[in-house]
């Protein structure tokens, strides 16, 4: 399982030396930091983590570090939190209250660097030990946010739930860089870009960066939206060549017919419906390798 953590606080330098800390420390992981208010709320709901370190004060901030816990809780509910503060005291009960939420894994006071840095590796340490002695937690958590994603009502939740279930799911396959929401130079907007940056010799063979668009909708795709999709692939400056429609509908015969007809492009489009995506979810080890086993499968198809 890849851990991501994200550093909550307002104190840029803290955020730092704390990343600092734990990258010379623990090896496998990956350390995301967020301390202005807007990049706080943005990578709370637009990126993938399974551990954060929250500090509770933010001077000047709308927000303090119990609405980003709550924040935090609502939107990836299988993160494990770790709380700290220099001011502990004065938040006994807002503390009792979040305690009861069963989702806080340890509250550490901030003291002297050198001990503080190492009670938070400690506390790192035995979640991550947590997570990699259950070899089936990976697997429940997808399978959730898999769930909550289908089965949102709300149209506007319901994309953004499956949106960061895709984050998710990319991100135990080892990528680190996913961005979600980002513009091309035609005013396109793309779902998630991530960055072709796994050590893997299969995906070596691609460009830097992979599109994803993804379709949490009533009905299935079609050929339209594949073509925009399309579009949106051959316009990256020669900068991504591979691209994934995932939707938990499936496709219609004219995208598949449309797909055939770009079979001689210089670039590849894998469909991921409902089977494939489970495929990977209850794949053994790294879902990475049953992910390579359909892009085979569908580019021989083709």
Do not use: W
Not at 34 to 57: C, G, H, M, P, W
Not at 238 to 248: E, Q, R
Request: aromatic share 10%; net charge negative; with cysteine.
């Amino acid at each position: 399982m890849t851990h991501r953590i994200l550093i909550i606080d307002d104190e840029q330098l803290q955020t730092a030396n704390i990343k600092k800390a734990i990258e010379a420390s623990m090896k496998n992981i990956y350390v995301d930091t967020a301390n202005t208010e807007e990049e706080i709320k943005q990578k709370i709901s637009e990126t993938y983590f399974n551990i954060a370190l929250v500090d509770l004060r933010m001077d000047n901030f709308s927000i303090n570090g119990f609405d980003i816990i709550n924040e935090i809780i609502e939107l990836n509910p299988f993160s494990k939190i770790i709380i700290s503060s220099a001011f502990l005291s004065e938040y006994s009960d807002e503390l009792n209250a979040i305690i009861k939420t069963g989702k806080i894994s340890a509250i550490l006071d901030k003291e002297k660097f050198a001990v503080f840095s190492k009670k938070i590796i400690e506390h790192l340490t035995e979640i991550i030990n947590e997570f990699d002695n259950n070899d089936e937690l990976t697997k429940v958590i997808l399978e959730s946010l898999y769930a909550e994603a289908k089965n949102e009502k709300d149209t506007f939740d319901k994309g953004k739930k499956f949106e960061y279930f895709v984050t998710a799911l990319f991100s135990q396959m080892g990528f680190q860089e996913i961005m979600a929401r980002t513009r091309d130079k035609s005013l396109n907007e793309i779902d998630l870009i991530i960055r072709n940056d796994v050590r893997d010799i299969f995906f070596n063979k691609f460009k830097p960066y992979f599109l994803v668009e993804c379709k949490n909708e009533i009905d299935k795709i079609d050929k339209n939206q594949f073509i925009a999709f399309k579009e949106k692939l051959a316009h990256t400056n020669g900068l991504s060549n591979l691209g994934f429609m995932i939707t938990p509908k499936g496709f219609k015969r004219t995208a598949y017919l449309e797909a055939l007809r770009s079979s001689d492009k210089d670039f590849k489009i894998i469909f991921l419906s409902n089977f494939e995506i489970n495929e990977i979810i209850r794949s053994t080890g790294n879902p990475i390798i049953a992910l390579k086993k359909i892009i085979d499968y569908q580019v021989k198809d083709n």
